[in-house]
């Protein structure tokens, strides 16, 4: 995930994550493979294990960040993946399999024109998610 990350996103400004080994261990090859300097990372307490509106209000607190890469916990993230959606996920088959499930390892994209002070889910637009399973397979 972390060389898909790396190839196929925009580099993050600010990166918040949860104090949790399995969050910091996640993050770590991310970290090891970025050719551009990483911003510094935020451990966030107020992250770990919460819910999707904490994860929000968190998120509208990253005002000076333009990207922000965001590793936690489900099901506060896939909540907060499902808040953001500004389209019902019948509608897109790649919602509708987020929906179902946001496994470990799993990464979602949303663009806004807003800053995040303003945050809100109808500011938002669905781009991707991707599971480890789904590079695996184009692999094969």
Known sequence: MAAHIIR??????????????????????????????????????DIYEAGHTVLFSVLRQSIAAKTVLMVGHNPGL???????LNEPEARNPLAMRMAQKFPTGAVCVFTTSENWGTL?????????????KDLDQNTK
């Not at 896939?78 to 953001?84: D, F, M, N, V």
């Not at 809100?120 to 991707?130: G, H, L, N, V, Y």
């Open 8 to 45: 196929a996103l925009p580099s993050p400004d600010a990166i918040i994550c949860s104090p949790a080994v399995r969050t910091r261990q996640t993050l770590q090859p991310y970290l090891a493979r970025s050719k551009h300097h990483p911003p510094a990372v935020i451990y966030d307490q």
């Open 78 to 84: 896939q909540g907060l993946a499902l808040t953001l």
């Open 120 to 132: 809100s889910a109808k500011s938002t637009q669905f781009i991707s998610f991707t599971r480890p």
